[in-house]
């Protein structure tokens, strides 16, 4: 793919490295690898250039949220979406640039301990509870918004 391409950062939160072992019942037998796959030939079939990258740590979440050379992200940030007011401080420092918050599951249909979202809340936009193809809608989001700048 051309490098003209946008550039658009997938970052997977903490536990995301375990999907396809971790409670399948909640969040599906795809693999992050099989998912990561699905996202890249989704990007280049949007034109997009895309990039996948999973950390358990925040600190270093922060640290590619706070990266240059990329026109978009996104996010699962796994539990930190409900506790993390750094992430969401990170999301903010590089507005404009689109952050789209994604999961696996219906955050809200679980424990209440789910239930706050500062980090969503520093997002442009937010999507929960269709499995994998979550991702893809993003992408498909992100393009839009891309085009139309």
Same mark, same amino acid.
């Given at each position: 793919?051309?490098? =003209?391409?946008?550039?658009?950062?997938? $970052?997977?939160?903490?536990?995301? =490295?375990?999907?396809?072992?971790?409670?399948?019942?909640? /969040? @599906?037998?795809?693999? $992050?690898?099989?998912?990561? +796959?699905?996202?890249?030939?989704? =990007?280049?079939?949007? @034109?997009?250039?895309?990039?996948?990258? *999973?950390?358990?740590?925040?600190?270093?979440?922060?640290?590619?949220? $706070?990266?240059?050379?990329?026109?978009?992200?996104?996010?699962?940030?796994? &539990? /930190?979406?409900?506790?993390?007011?750094?992430? &969401?401080?990170?999301?903010?420092?590089?507005? %404009?640039?689109?952050?789209?918050?994604?999961?696996?599951?219906?955050?809200? +249909?679980?424990?209440?301990?789910?239930? %706050?979202?500062?980090?969503?809340?520093?997002?442009? +936009?937010? $999507?929960?509870?269709?499995?994998?193809? @979550? /991702?893809?809608? +993003?992408?498909?989001?992100?393009? =839009?918004?891309?085009?139309? *700048?």
């Amino acid at each position: 793919m051309s490098v =003209g391409f946008p550039r658009v950062v997938v $970052l997977h939160g903490p536990s995301l =490295g375990w999907l396809g072992r971790r409670e399948p019942a909640v /969040y @599906g037998s795809e693999t $992050l690898a099989e998912l990561n +796959a699905r996202l890249v030939s989704h =990007g280049d079939a949007l @034109g997009l250039r895309v990039s996948c990258r *999973q950390s358990n740590h925040e600190g270093e979440l922060i640290d590619w949220l $706070l990266s240059d050379d990329r026109e978009a992200i996104i996010l699962n940030a796994g &539990a /930190y979406a409900h506790t993390s007011l750094a992430i &969401a401080d990170a999301i903010r420092a590089i507005a %404009p640039l689109p952050v789209v918050e994604v999961h696996l599951s219906n955050t809200v +249909a679980r424990d209440i301990a789910r239930h %706050p979202a500062p980090v969503g809340a520093a997002c442009r +936009a937010r $999507l929960e509870g269709f499995g994998g193809d @979550g /991702y893809l809608m +993003a992408l498909d989001a992100v393009a =839009g918004w891309l085009r139309r *700048q």
